[in-house]
């Protein structure tokens, strides 16, 4: 798989970012939008901050880890949507209900409204960097966490909970990995969102009932 794998840069946390980090990336991603990150410079993102790109890179290390924090910008409130989800006194089928409906809902609509925005986001899947691994894991730990839940109250009835997991990810993997969310960007939304429903019948028919 080519080289030697370098340490990724951290992508800044919310609170690591001041004005000008958060000025930087709001003009990164504007640029992204107009020209496509191919096409995006940092000499031209740090033209527009009014700034050295050599200023930018002291933020920024890497073209790269501007992308991924333009990436984890947007996905970040779907993460802390989804934990609140976890946190409400809502039964665990209705949680597990809303958090699929969210997760995908906020995929496919990033896909249709920003989609320049969203390949950075297949670009870093893709290539298992930091940004997508972490989103991975935090959406797997709340997910797990709903699960246990309607495990522990007598709402799911599950032969092993890892399985009901995999179950889970194999029946909205194509709603929620953005490679597939992207392959069927041409399927009116519509239609995509009544076979996601269905999915998350499935899904919850399986848990409730022992199928898992």
């Known amino acids: 798989m080519g080289g030697p794998r370098h340490p990724e840069p951290p992508v800044p946390a919310p609170a690591a970012l001041d004005s000008t980090d958060a000025r930087i990336l709001a003009i990164a991603a504007e640029h992204v939008r107009r020209y496509g990150f191919a096409k995006t410079t940092v000499t031209a993102v740090a033209r527009e901050a009014g700034m050295t790109h050599a200023n930018v890179y002291r933020y920024f290390p890497s073209k790269e880890a ?28 209705d949680k597990l209900e809303r958090m699929i409906l969210a ?18 986001y297949v670009e870093a899947f893709e290539a298992m960097r930091g940004v997508a691994r972490k989103h991975r894991a935090r959406i797997r ?11 522990a109250s007598g709402l799911f009835h599950l032969r092993r909970q890892e399985r009901a997991a995999v179950f889970l990810f194999d029946m909205v993997f194509r709603f929620i990995h953005p490679v597939p969310v992207r392959m069927d960007r041409d399927i009116p939304r519509r239609v995509w969102d009544e076979r996601l429903a269905v999915a998350v ?3 919850l028919r399986g848990m409730t009932a022992g199928l898992v």
């Open 103 to 120: 997760l995908a809902g906020a995929h496919r609509d990033k896909l249709e409204q920003d989609p320049q925005l969203f390949d950075l």
């Open 201 to 203: 019948r499935v899904v």
């Open 66 to 93: 501007l992308a991924d924090s333009i990436t984890a910008a947007w996905l970040r409130p779907i993460e802390q949507l989804l934990a609140e989800v976890v946190d409400a006194p809502d039964p665990a089928d």
């Open 141 to 151: 730990t709340l997910l797990d966490r709903v699960i246990e839940e309607g495990a």
